[in-house]
């Protein structure tokens, strides 16, 4: 059996695949609470995602003999759409899957990229870096497998020695090639690196470096007010009045991690504040069902919005979760079930859709999966 052959043996036969003892929280969560309808239960969507997943995987993989989905722009995706289509196999397989089948998937994927990528630090970029070292720290936590954490412990004990340092009072720089920024996205895929690999190895020194740079990451990036995460700061100290989506979602992810580590309900405020200015469309947000915000963006967005959701007394983010989650599915093209960039229409007859429009609904529904846990 080949690499993708793996893949899809183990989409196909989720239907019959029964729980196993052992499931896959990816970390220590509150208790949701008690759902009513079909559409509020998290079996439904995640049935729902493994059907868009089943479906990107059939149109866009790269060839019969690799896991890897092309990103619509030539026959090797790049290597941060990379990253999120292994992020949706691992949104896939972290529930209800049989340990082993959900190890063959993530080892077929795993292995593939590591093909095409044989040295992961040569991206420029240190959120790609950081978005992948996540990713391998979610894929060790659901196998067991030691060698995704030594991959993902290696690549952010890197990052923290060569990037950081004492310009603009600390923090990550976005890219390893030039130091002219620093970035949101960086600073906050780390905090939620290092919280994994305390959860994973028990070593205090990663939660410190957690709160380090998450305390850096509020003094510079965000608006205390209103929640606002900026995109960067520059060496000179100006910062990019622009928001990004993403970076919203991965500082509610951030704080949310941090609130479970310490109890501290500073880092609990914190999330709700962005989390309300997110949902809203305000602040420099975009409405996330429309085609206005890069679709990667969005699925980011809403896979961290859904720790918060599943909170009690957090429903509100819950049903917005949902309610895109309803009209997207609602507007999937019914002939290859795939979505188009607006979570409120079906793409045009066959309008060639790009694959990065429908791995961010496969994540949307996998989100509401989460949030109804």
């Known amino acids: 059996m080949n690499r993708i052959a793996a893949v899809f043996v183990v989409l196909a036969a989720l239907g ?15 208790p949701a609470g008690q759902t009513a309808g079909i559409e509020e239960r998290e079996l439904y969507w995640h049935q729902r995602g493994t059907d868009a997943a089943k479906a990107i995987w059939s149109k866009y993989r790269v060839s019969n003999d690799v896991a890897l989905i092309g990103d ?40 593939d990229l590591a093909s095409v990528y044989p040295d992961r630090t040569a991206s420029a970029s240190n959120y790609e870096i950081l978005r992948w070292a996540t990713a391998c720290l979610r894929a060790s936590r659901v196998t067991g497998n030691k060698v995704y ?15 950081v340092d004492n310009a603009l009072d600390g923090g990550i720089w976005g890219r390893r090639d030039v130091k002219g920024e620093k970035s949101a996205g960086a600073n906050l895929c780390a905090v939620v690196a290092a919280i994994s ?41 100006s910062r990019a009045e622009n928001v990004l989506t993403s970076d919203a979602g991965l500082f509610i992810s951030a704080s949310m ?33 429309s ?5 990667i963006s969005r699925g980011i967005a809403m896979r961290c919005l859904a720790e918060l959701a599943r909170r009690p007394g957090c429903e509100k983010y819950r049903e917005y979760i949902l309610s895109n989650a309803r009209s997207a599915w609602t507007s999937r093209r019914l002939s290859d079930g795939i979505n188009g960039p607006d979570w409120t229409q079906p793409p045009l007859g066959e309008e ?3 694959p990065r429009h429908a791995v961010a609904a496969a994540v949307l529904y996998f989100s509401a999966s989460r949030a109804c846990r």
């Open 16 to 30: 019959g695949c029964k729980s196993s003892d052992r499931t896959h929280e990816e970390l220590p969560s509150d």
């Open 72 to 111: 619509g722009e030539g026959d090797t995706p790049s290597f941060g759409f990379a990253v999120e289509s292994f992020n949706l196999l691992l949104d896939s397989v972290s529930s209800f899957w049989r340990t082993d089948l959900a190890a063959e998937a993530i080892s077929a994927y795993y292995n």
């Open 149 to 163: 954490l030594d991959e993902g412990r290696s690549l952010y004990d890197a990052i923290w020695l060569g990037q």
């Open 197 to 237: 690999l305390y959860y994973s190895t028990q070593d205090v020194k990663y939660l410190l470096q957690a709160r380090r740079l998450y305390k850096w990451t509020v003094q510079k990036l965000v608006n205390p007010s209103t929640g606002a995460v900026y995109a960067w700061i520059a060496a000179d100290g």
């Open 257 to 289: 991690r941090l609130y479970r580590a310490t109890g501290s309900g500073v880092y609990l405020s914190n999330a709700k504040k962005t989390a309300d200015l997110l949902v809203a469309g305000l602040g420099g947000f975009s409405s996330m069902s």
């Open 291 to 295: 085609a206005n915000i890069d679709s």
């Open 352 to 354: 060639v859709v790009p």
